[in-house]
């Protein structure tokens, strides 16, 4: 996921990993999520074979493969949850870090993402692990896993309900949504979750939008005391606007022949070729806004119109001016980095994933200073959302 993709996030990752080591069993595929104590991290689909544990930038690498050497009891090495968060966490990538303790053979963490996950002894929360909705009793790294597994880690107190929501996989724009929340372990109806601001009733139902703009949008429940949802992607489109993969239907338009299909010729439509960029701006601060001393934002967040030929990515990129002193915020060390030259166009561009609504958790609250945030969109046809067009794709703002 991207650091911080709220939400990672971030469209459904699907990881192919090589192994790192000659592998004794055939490469697995999970759905492996990871719910932090604000968002989710991470969630989508990993392929892994057997391979070592390795928090990432750490050169040192663990044995990982469900084996006595771990505590495990499998007789031949085999992929492990340990494995699985391992291989995500190279290819998205995300960082990790935390312990690996030798005694029992698998890592703890403090931290995934940016987002602190370490033990909390006020409330007695870490991040607890899952397979299929059932609690670990053994370390990541003693835990096999095989295709089509559900691999959890979650924040909480190990012993906190998992919600699990269900929904249709396409909606008609204008229309309503009715989405189902239950516990995952009993299949019960779960009141009071809490989806994009509506709650759920005694049945567990509860009914979002209705949405205008045609695509895709990821929806998940949350309720106190509770580890927040799967994600359900519900595709708005009305089966012939050209979004999530359908075709344009002919339209007969004023002097064109009956069924003649509307087109600029560019557009992607009526088998032409896509050569129009993704439009996409930027929604969580405005052009010239000024933020008090200690009030600096921390979620970047924006979106991009449904594109015809799908998003491939969206990245973002910030700089920061105080006192003569230019830097750039660097997504891999999640830290602001000095620049040799002032100029927003010097700065570090990173990725927030290739979510329609995209967004982004910074690690802290933005300092005082003046900075220029920019957004670029590509879809999948290769055209970018270059133009810097300020309160769209660049705003400017300051933080007293």
Avoid at 34 to 46: D, M
Avoid at 161 to 183: H, N, W, Y
Wanted: proline share 7%; net charge positive.
């Amino acid at each position: 996921m991207t650091r911080r993709s709220l939400g990672l996030t971030a469209a459904t990752l699907a990881l192919a990993v090589l192994p790192a080591t000659p592998a004794a069993a055939a490469p697995v595929t999970v759905n492996l999520r990871i719910e932090g104590p604000t968002r989710t991290l991470f969630e989508g689909p990993v392929t892994t074979d057997v391979r070592p544990f390795q928090f990432p930038g750490d050169p040192v690498s663990h044995q990982c493969d469900g084996t006595a050497a771990n505590t495990g009891t499998s007789p031949v090495a085999v992929p492990t949850r340990g494995a699985a968060i391992t291989a995500a966490s190279q290819a998205a990538p995300f960082s990790m870090t935390g312990t690996f303790s030798v005694q029992f053979g698998s890592p703890s963490f403090d931290a995934i993402a940016g987002e602190s996950v370490a033990f909390d002894a006020a409330t007695n929360r870490f991040l607890a692990e899952y397979e299929n909705g059932v609690a670990a009793q053994v370390g990541s790294c003693a835990d096999p896993i095989a295709n089509g597994d559900d691999v959890l880690f979650a924040y909480g107190t190990g012993a906190d309900p998992l919600l699990k929501l269900a929904g249709p996989a396409t909606a008609a724009p204008g229309a309503p949504v009715a989405l189902r929340v239950t516990d995952l372990n009993t299949g019960a109806p779960v009141a009071g979750a809490a989806v994009e601001g509506q709650t759920s009733g005694a049945d567990g139902t509860v009914t979002v939008g209705p949405y205008d703009v045609r695509g895709d949008r990821d929806l998940k429940a949350s309720k106190a005391g509770s580890i927040r949802s799967n994600r359900v992607r519900v595709c708005v489109t009305d089966g012939a606007d050209g979004a999530c993969g359908t075709t344009v239907a002919p339209v007969a338009g004023a002097g064109a022949a009956p069924s003649a299909c509307l087109t600029s010729g560019d557009d992607g439509n009526c088998g032409t070729v896509d050569r129009r960029p993704p439009v996409g701006k930027i929604a969580s601060v405005r052009e010239g806004q000024r933020f008090a001393k200690g009030k600096g934002p921390r979620v970047l967040a924006g979106i991009v119109a449904a594109d015809p030929s799908g998003l491939a990515d969206v990245r973002l990129r910030l700089t920061r001016t105080d006192a003569g002193r230019c830097t750039t915020y660097d997504a891999r060390t999640e830290r602001f980095a000095a620049m040799t030259r002032c100029g927003a166009k010097r700065g570090r561009w990173f990725s927030v994933g290739a979510r329609a609504q995209w967004s982004y958790l910074l690690p802290s609250a933005l300092a005082p200073g003046r900075y220029v945030l920019d957004v670029e969109a590509r879809d999948r046809a290769g055209n970018r959302d270059t133009l810097l067009q300020r309160t769209r794709t660049r705003v400017v703002f300051e933080v007293a």
